[in-house]
Structure formats: C-alpha cells, structure tokens
C-alpha cells in the first residue's frame, strides 16, 4: 500500500522556523521525486518545492526561494522541507506528493495533477 505521510506543521509566529517531514512507503523511492504543494483557504493548490530523489535536483517556488529548503534521507524514504522566516502568508494546509521523476523533467513540477499518490496534508498557522 502507498502511502506518504506528512507531518511537522504547527503554529508559529512570524519569523520562526517548522520542519515538514513526509515518510513514503509502498513504493520504489528512488524512482520518485516528491513534490511539496500547500492550499489556503479559497485559494488554489500551489507548488512550493521539489526534490528528485534520484539525482537531488531540487526546485522552488519564487515565493519561497532563500527561506525553504527542501532535502530527501533516501536511507529513510523521508523529504523534509525546512521553512525559515516565516510569514502569514506562508499559512496553508501542506500536502506532499510523488510523481516518477522521469515525468518530472519534461513536465512542470508544479503541475499538481501529474502527480501520483498524496499524503493526507498537515496545517501551518503563521501568526503576525
């Protein structure tokens, strides 16, 4: 059975810092890359960042470029994605993804519906 699971979010203040983790299983994990989308209220699913788990190539929304860092313990199967400076507007429910990294080099990485299995989603509250 597939599942990716996706914890770490919580509420912070402004400026602080959350570490996302998604543990995958059920499936080859260096064949994947794993992408992280977030969704706020009445707005659409957006692409914050992805990693290919077979090469480490590694892509980031412009929004979030110099504050996110997103990196892959292949030993572990798990992506983490490490948020820094946040702000209100990084508030969202995070959702991470797998989609076969081979799909991922001729299609844009932010294409949330290329993507093959979802996690179930954790909250990130930022607070001004």
């Known amino acids: 059975e597939v599942q990716l699971q996706a914890s770490g979010g919580g509420l912070v203040q402004a400026g602080g810092s959350l570490r996302l983790s998604c543990a995958a299983s059920?499936?080859?994990?260096?064949?994947?890359?794993i992408g992280w989308f977030r969704q706020a209220p009445g707005k659409e699913r957006e692409g914050v960042s992805c990693i290919s788990s077979s090469d480490g190539s590694t892509y980031y929304a412009d929004s979030v470029k110099g504050r996110f860092t997103i990196s892959s313990d292949n030993a572990k199967n798990t992506v983490y994605l490490q948020m820094n400076s946040l702000k209100p507007e990084d508030t969202a429910v995070y959702y991470c993804?797998?989609?076969?990294?081979?799909?991922?080099?001729?299609?844009?990485?932010?294409?949330?519906?290329?993507?093959?299995?979802w996690g179930q989603g954790t909250q990130v509250t930022v607070s001004s």
């Open positions: 993804a797998a989609v076969s990294f081979r799909k991922v080099m001729v299609v844009p990485w932010k294409e949330w519906y290329e993507y093959d299995y």
């Open positions: 059920g499936f080859t994990f260096d064949d994947y890359a």
